[in-house]
């Protein structure tokens, strides 16, 4: 559950973020604290996918700023300057912040266990067999302990997706971002996953979850943030949110989706 | 589905469809080929124990030989330029994109023989390779360019350069194949650029680098016999070299043609290799291989 009484996990300061003259975030800011489970609502084109590639910068942001364990993400602040920052220091920021795609992304060339190894073992120097031994216990958390040597193209859709949260979990991240984990599955492979990513919250996974899945927000959310037009339409529990909605778009989508 | 399968009881019984065409079709591909092996078989103009002579002659021999491996050695230096070339055009750094565009524009658009030539006779434009600090008298190296670069070499760097500027464009073109949601995944687990190349994105290029790259292969071993020109002793050079003493023109031609056509067809075994290689994990039917490429296997 939430820790309020550390720093916050993100902190998002009047984010803003443009493609061409289109802007898609106006100036959003939340913050997530640490073990909080976050999860952004709203209708397609509302920024929240973006927003959420923001904070590993995926996406280079126009305006505001984002704090990930109070690491200013993407630049250096020095006497109020930004400057950019290298590639690789970005990259030794996103080893702390795991992502899991809507389409899985998974290596097609790689089998399930070797997915799960390659960053530990290319990139965070761990030793071979103990990236081996943990993504062993990885695999058998999200329930493909027998799965280990099968390439993605022999797996179902559910199954790519736990291995990829796996793949995510291995490099040890503090922070876990998921978009839209389940909009690619099977309607029958949506629960396997979300069944997962609960786990995952109960043991106190920092997570913040683009989502339609309103299910999963209301039982595994501290915090529901509505999304629209690129700008924050209202945030709370998930019993305020879903249940008691005070704005009309937050309605009219509720109202679409449920 | 032209694979026999067993009948089973209350399948459909059908006469099958005829055709008749690829019946006539057949018998007359049959009777040109024929007709044209026994013009060649008949003809008094060719000398056939000439051919017979110099078929397995150690001269020619060595010759195939030299003309495989600089093959060999042209298309590993090509493909290892053409991915740092390709790494280089999608760079988003603007000075890497200016020399590769650069340096493909220029060896693919002036002519492979000239070329060549140029690098045989780079002695006459630079009788000295001197290695220093330039506009200083500071000398570590010097060198006549004859004895630094032999034919052997002058051939070898002028297939290799060009080579690389096809190649080039392929194996961007496979860059460029791969999803890009895998690079994405790349970066998000806190993968470099370089590493990502190396590990994600090459490996899934290579299924669509591989068979172009089997083309520009069997090119290439023709392409040797250009280094005539400037007398690297490969398989048509040796071959002109006896024609021109006994004049048996036509008969060293097929001799050589008959080498050539046996070595590209030789070289299409590992291409059958390598597909399969790069090729696992992408049909779905591949049964796993435990303790081979699983566990044990894939990272080097």
């Known amino acids: 559950m939430a820790d309020m009484s550390k720093n916050p996990m993100v902190r998002a300061e009047g984010v803003r973020k443009r493609f061409g003259s289109n802007e898609v975030l106006k100036s959003i800011s939340l913050e997530v604290a640490q073990g909080e489970v976050l999860v952004l609502l709203g209708p397609s084109g509302s920024g929240k996918s973006t927003f959420l590639r923001c904070i590993n910068h995926l996406e280079t942001i126009n305006g505001g700023r984002i704090y990930v364990n ?8 020095v006497h109020g300057e930004l400057h950019e920052m290298h590639p690789k220091a970005i990259a030794a920021q996103r080893r702390n912040i795991g992502m899991v795609f809507q389409r899985f992304n998974l290596f097609p060339h790689l089998t399930a266990v070797e997915n799960i190894t390659e960053a530990p073992i290319g990139i965070a120097g761990v030793t071979k067999a103990e990236a081996q031994e943990r993504a062993q ?27 990829a949260i796996a793949r995510a979990l291995a490099m040890e991240p503090s ?22 990513m609960k786990n995952l919250a109960k043991s106190g996974m920092t997570m913040i979850v683009v989502t339609h899945e309103i299910g999963f927000a209301r039982e595994v959310a501290d915090t529901v943030v509505f999304m629209d037009g690129g700008v924050v339409v209202e945030a709370g529990k998930p019993a305020d949110v879903l249940d008691n909605p005070q704005h009309e778009r937050t309605k009219a989508f509720l109202r679409s989706v449920l | 589905m032209s694979k026999q399968e067993a009948k089973h009881d209350g399948d459909i019984v059908a006469k099958p469809l005829r055709h008749p065409w690829r019946v006539v079709g057949a018998a007359v591909l049959l ?13 008094p103009t060719i000398n056939h124990e000439v051919i017979f002579k110099y078929l397995f002659d150690p001269m020619i021999l060595q010759g195939a030989v030299l003309t495989v491996w600089i093959t060999i050695l042209a298309m590993v230096i090509a493909t290892l330029l053409a991915t ?10 603007p000075l890497l994109r200016f020399i590769a565009t650069a340096y493909i524009e220029f060896f693919r658009g002036t002519p492979l023989l000239l070329q060549i030539v140029f690098w045989g006779y780079l002695g ?14 500071v000398v570590w190296f010097d060198q006549p360019t004859a004895t630094v670069i032999s034919s052997f070499a002058a051939g070898l760097i002028a297939l290799s350069l060009n080579e690389a500027a096809y190649a080039a464009e392929i194996v961007r073109a496979g860059i460029l194949s791969v999803d890009k949601g895998q690079a994405e995944a790349a970066k998000s687990l806190g993968m470099g650029g370089w590493y990502t190349m190396r590990r994600i994105v090459l490996p899934q290029a290579m299924r669509v680098i591989i068979p172009p790259m089997g083309n520009e292969t069997i090119s290439m071993l023709k392409s040797t016999s250009l280094l005539q020109v400037i007398a690297v002793a490969e398989l048509y050079t040796v071959a002109n070299q006896i024609s021109s003493q006994n004049l048996a023109q036509i008969e060293l031609l097929v001799v ?26 992408f049909d779905g039917h591949s049964a796993p291989s435990i303790g081979k490429g699983g566990l044990n296997g894939g990272h080097v």
């Not at chain 2, 740092?84 to 750094?93: G, P, W």
């Open chain 2, 84 to 93: 740092l070339l390709a790494v280089m055009k999608l760079s988003e750094n």
């Open chain 2, 256 to 281: 050589a043609g008959f080498w050539y056509l046996v070595m590209n067809t030789i070289l299409g075994f590992p291409q059958r290799y390598l597909e399969r290689r790069f090729g696992r994990g």
């Open chain 1, 70 to 77: 109070e690491d200013l993400i993407g630049y250096r602040e």
């Open chain 1, 137 to 163: 216990k990885l695999l058998q958390l999200v329930g493909l302990a027998d799965k280990a040597d099968h390439y993605p193209s022999q797996l179902s859709g559910g199954q790519q997706q736990r291995v």
């Open chain 2, 124 to 137: 006459i434009i630079y009788p000295h390779i001197v290695l220093g600090l330039p506009f200083t008298s």
């Open chain 1, 175 to 196: 922070l876990m971002l998921f978009d839209e984990p389940t909009s690619a599955l099977d309607p029958e492979l949506v629960g396997d996953v979300l069944e997962v």
């Open chain 2, 31 to 43: 009777l040109v080929t024929g007709a044209f092996i026994w013009s060649l078989v008949a003809a």
